[in-house]
């Protein structure tokens, strides 16, 4: 691409949050999308936001059906998709009204000014235009007739005015990248791969993408151009990742590292569904994927493919935990290796789809009948997603359990610059699998019959013996009825029931002893501790900054092990004198700790309105208990 012909001012910045807003239909998502595909190439640290709109085909150019995807992207360290916006990208009124509020003032607007209509104003219940009310007054405005700019460059092709309406985002796109300096032939190369076997789609968002690109060149359209340097980042090959994405990678590792077949049983439910759409592309690594008629289904086959010696994992949100709980609980009792992803969701019953809460917790934790409990871990960022599920892999084989891994539709959705692993440092594989008899696993019967033995206990991790069906001399049968000790035959005895209770609780128990020491961020001790969970450490360890250069001691702990909680989390928090809990539910996490922890106060903080944390609201509420730092 050409450099700029015009006086505008080219301004270097360390970073910067821009945010597409239209309807469903005007491609915000893949306008984002390839945003942040041209920021990752430019080699800057990112996250992102996707924000879609929780009812299926809202009106056009309603409030309700206004879809949004924020990024932030700098030369900086990048931990949350940004505070304020400095550019908004308000394809018609309804998404200028529902997202002006997150504007910086002095930020810059682009509008698309065909949308702003009479019409348009009344679906999107404004009763005067904020074009010329003054509602604009404290920001830059760019108003671009981007309906007509795009009708314009495509009135020669055979293309229908629909077709055409909908090239109009990749012109905004072209504008957003000048404006930032961004790459555009990543955005070509997609165009070009995607509309491969259509060439006039292909060429007409081809077209509008470059004039989209030259508008900014050749009428000043901004009085300033944006640099943003590269980020000084750990040496490694990096790309752009989605939660979904790691996650559905990390089970793929899983596989390949313990050597053991993947079998991966899912039914459809936001925001979950993306998992089988990325692992679905792997089969090349041995990994089964399968499509079933119902949630029960779906986990039911995962708890058969670990009893058949693989490793099972299904993916759902809250309703489908609900529904599978029953089949979780057979796990339990069975103590067979299955991995249930729970991409969170906000609730009850259907809820928020599309908007992330960690509402689930309490559910994971404790939601089954009798005493069934299991790990639960929560991945911490969208790059984590993938090592959470390599861990939640290795603990379900290692100690024969079900796992219950914690993620959110932000996690889920939102991506950030990913560090590609080296799989030789990935943790190593613990998985004894019976292939015969021994003295420890086999025992005779009344009538002089070796039996085999699936319910001795490892005297390390209590896990008990893994054999594959049909394995000679391993026969064996399982089911949901209680077990006896060593035998696994059925049993009705009090004394036995409440011994295999307390042994699979210490099993669960001795998990922590493969939980690493924890890091804490930020001070080591001091005034207050902000601890929490899953996703929430992004904005979390950003305010523990902000809040240490402020001269606040504060310091940080994102947990990825929920339950058990790490051995050492009690001692970390006997260096605080208080502990701030952020987290996105009405409190779950702190009724963990205040019955683990009855001598020690935890103060809430929550916020659920289907959005993440900002770090500035930790900071208020850092500085509303510690008080506001002395001057030095």
């Known amino acids: 691409m050409s450099s700029p012909t015009t006086d ?52 056009a150019g309603t409030t309700y059906g206004v879809s949004a995807f924020q990024l932030h992207f700098g030369a900086v360290d990048i931990r949350t998709p940004g505070e304020k916006v400095d550019l908004l990208v308000a394809m018609n009124a309804a998404a200028l009204k529902v ?44 108003e671009v007739p981007l309906t007509e700019i795009t009708r314009e460059a495509l009135s020669d092709t055979d293309l229908s ?34 509309f491969e076997e259509d060439p006039e789609i292909r060429d007409a968002n081809l077209n509008v993408l470059k004039k989209g690109y030259h508008y900014g060149e050749t009428i000043d359209a901004a009085e300033v151009r944006y640099e943003v340097n590269e980020a000084a980042m750990k040496p490694g090959t990096y790309r752009a990742v989605r939660g979904a994405e790691a996650l559905a990678l990390g089970l793929v590792a899983a596989r ?48 058969g493919a670990g009893f058949g010696g693989n490793i099972g994992v299904c993916a759902t949100s ?22 249930v992803i729970d991409m969170q969701r906000g609730g009850p019953s259907t809820g928020l789809p599309t908007k992330p809460e960690q509402g689930d917790l309490l559910q994971a ?42 993620a959110d539709g932000y996690l889920g959705n939102g991506s950030e610059a990913w560090r590609i692993p080296d799989t030789d440092t990935l943790p190593p594989f613990d998985v004894n699998v019976e292939t015969e008899k021994t003295e ?84 080591t001790n001091g005034d207050l501790l902000v601890l929490g969970w899953g996703s929430t450490k992004g904005a979390i360890d950003e305010a523990t900054e902000r809040a240490g250069d402020r001269g606040h001691r504060v310091g940080s702990v994102a947990l990825r092990h929920v339950w058990p909680l790490p051995s050492d989390l009690g001692d970390v928090i006997d260096r ?10 009405n409190g779950q996490l702190i009724r963990v700790l205040r019955d683990q922890y009855p001598n020690r106060d935890f103060t809430p903080l929550n916020k659920i309105q289907g959005r993440p944390f900002r770090a500035e609201e930790i900071v208020e509420e850092i500085d509303a208990l510690i008080g506001e730092p002395t001057p030095a």
């Open 8 to 59: 505008t001012d080219v301004r270097e910045i360390p970073e910067a949050t821009v945010l597409f807003a239209g309807d469903s239909g005007d491609g915000m998502q893949i306008t984002g999308s390839q945003f942040t595909l041209a920021s990752a190439y430019a080699h800057n640290d990112l996250a992102t936001l996707p924000d879609y709109p929780a009812e299926i085909r809202a009106p």
């Open 99 to 142: 997202h002006l509020h997150r504007v910086r003032k002095g930020g810059t607007v682009l509008v698309n000014v065909n949308s702003f209509e009479d019409k348009d104003l009344n679906k999107a219940d404004l009763d005067n235009n904020p074009l010329t009310d003054g509602t604009l007054d404290e920001y830059e405005v760019l």
């Open 161 to 194: 005015v629909q077709q055409i309406d909908r090239s109009k985002n990749m012109f905004a796109l072209g504008m957003a990248l000048w404006m930032y300096s961004r790459p555009v032939e990543p955005a070509k190369k997609w165009i070009r791969q995607k």
């Open 256 to 303: 390949v590292k313990s050597d053991l077949g993947l079998f991966y049983g899912s039914y459809p439910i936001t925001p979950a569904s993306d998992i089988l759409h990325e692992i679905s592309k792997h089969k090349n690594f041995g990994v089964i994927t399968f499509q079933a008629e119902d949630e029960i289904a779906a986990v039911c086959s995962a708890l």
């Open 318 to 339: 809250g309703p489908g935990v609900a529904l599978k709980t029953e089949a979780i609980g057979l796990g339990v009792m069975t103590e067979l290796p299955l991995v």
């Open 365 to 406: 934790v404790y939601g089954r009948n009798g005493e069934a409990p299991l790990p639960v871990l929560a991945a911490t960022s969208p790059g984590d997603c993938f090592n959470t599920a390599y861990e939640a892999c290795r603990i379900a084989t290692k100690y024969r359990t079900p796992v219950i891994l914690l």
């Open 440 to 523: 420890r696993t086999i025992y005779e019967d009344a009538d002089g019959n070796d039996q085999f033995l699936p319910y001795v206990r490892d005297p390390e991790t209590l896990a008990r013996a893994w054999a594959k069906p049909g394995t000679p001399d391993l026969e064996h049968r399982l089911g949901g009825l209680e077990k006896e000790h060593k035998t696994g035959n059925v049993s009705y005895a009090a004394e036995n029931h409440e011994k295999m209770v307390k042994l699979r609780a210490e099993k669960v128990q001795r998990v922590a002893q493969d939980i690493p020491p924890l890091t804490v961020h930020g001070h």
């Open 576 to 585: 605080f004198d208080r502990v701030l809990v952020p987290e996105l539910n």
